[in-house]
């Protein structure tokens, strides 16, 4: 038991956890990510409290992850779940909107031209 604080050390300890888009691969802090997760009945919805049982995805704030995490059928393979329902596909794209409309501090830019991160496929 040193007493010697050694501040550096104590700074690299303080890990945080960084999750995954599963549609952009880019990484972030858990509050940078939504937690999607699959309920029992099947469906796939989104997790506000990030802390719901049961095997859980990240997409990030990005309408665009969202429209291509859908389209690529990629929240299902991270969940192992059935294939969407067009009316479960709707509930998320609805939440995806209204999330891209909340962030009122980002630019209303409907275009996806101008991403914030580079995109390789
Ligand atoms: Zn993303």
Redesign the pocket.
Known sequence: MGQAANKSDGARAKHVPQRT?I??R?TDAKRGLIRLVRTPEGRIEVDATGKRNGRGAY??H?PT?WDAAIKRRALERALRADALTPENQHDLLAYSRELSAAEAHAPATRTADVLPHDVRV
Do not use: E, P
Request: net charge positive; charged share 10%.
């Open positions: 888009c549609a952009c880019r997409l990030c990005n992850c």
